[in-house]
């Protein structure tokens, strides 16, 4: 993938909705009184060419992520920002740039892959940091220990996720001390997961149940990994629907709906669009008749 051209990102920047996306960043610092922020970039998008983007990128120290996949061509890297300094919040800004140009170039018919990936505030970069996020893409495959990869960092993966996890799976990515994740979704906002905490999901016997609460990497069940086969398809759709409806919890269920039917070879690619279509007419006429 061809890097893009400072111009590009320059172009970004003055458009109102990277404004919008920038002031909502700035509040959520603010709001928080995070005073550092550490994100994950994917090496297999630019290579480290990526930080030539970046005023003082050249400079800038990052650190690599143990190979999570052998087909992986490069590294996860995890940069950290001091939000404190004007070249820090320099940093910030363009790196949200890049987030809304990689998601603003994804479009039908011509995929483009993320670079910037999850925006983790006051995590300083620790070996136990950089080994919660290698523990995060594993995961056991069906009535296996063997184990697979997920590429849970891509916020397109993570946002299906966010869909198939179940609250004690929600649980474990907790426990590694990851409460809050960030990342700019299809609509091109930067939203938050907060992840829940033991005793919102085990209001009663907590103590018990985190004794019994297995840790990571993941078991899937069969209608999760079903699911998860059918990212790239899934994908695909939101693709074409970019820009034309909001991705918001309904349509992604109706969709997911859909997957998991062909998933499970009850429904052809061609009927499930259409299906997908019918359907968000529907709530779209409702809108109108409202």
């Known amino acids: ?34 005073q550092t922020l550490t994100v994950l970039i994917d090496l297999n998008t630019y290579g480290t060419a990526v930080f030539d983007l970046l005023d003082c990128g050249i400079d800038l120290p990052f650190e690599r992520i143990k190979r999570i996949h052998h087909s992986f061509d490069d590294d996860l890297a995890l940069i950290e920002i001091s939000l404190d300094s004007s070249k820090g919040q320099r940093l910030l800004e363009q790196l949200l740039a890049l987030a809304l140009y990689e998601n603003t170039y994804d479009i039908s018919g011509h995929p483009h892959p993320r670079s910037v990936c999850l925006w983790l505030f ?31 960092w891509d916020p397109r993966v993570l946002a299906l996720l966010t869909h198939l996890w179940t609250a004690p799976q929600k649980l474990q990515v907790y426990q590694l001390g990851l409460s809050r994740i960030h990342y700019v979704d299809w609509n091109n906002t ?32 069969q209608q999760q990994w ?22 918001n919890d309904q ?40």
């Open 190 to 221: 930067f939203i938050e997961i907060a992840l829940p905490t033991p005793n919102e999901v085990y209001p009663s016997n907590t103590k018990v149940a985190l004794e019994q609460l297995k840790p990571l990497p993941f078991r899937f069940s």
């Open 122 to 152: 006051d995590q300083p970069i620790t070996e136990t940091l950089k080994h919660s996020i290698y523990l995060i893409g594993q995961a056991y495959g069906m009535g296996t220990n063997k184990r697979r990869y997920l590429r849970y």
């Open 1 to 34: 993938m061809l890097i893009p051209k400072v111009e590009f990102l320059d172009d970004i920047q003055a458009t109102d909705e990277y404004q919008k996306q920038l002031k909502a960043l700035y509040l959520t610092v603010y709001d928080n009184q995070y």
């Open 251 to 290: 349509v992604y269920d109706i969709i997911i709906s859909q997957a998991l039917l062909i998933a499970q070879r009850k429904m052809s690619q061609q009927q499930a669009i259409k299906n997908i279509v019918k359907s968000l007419e529907r709530i779209k006429n409702k809108g109108v008749q409202a």
């Open 226 to 247: 079903q699911l998860l086969i059918q990212t790239e398809w899934i994908n695909m759709i939101l693709r074409q629907l970019k820009g034309q409806v909001v991705i």
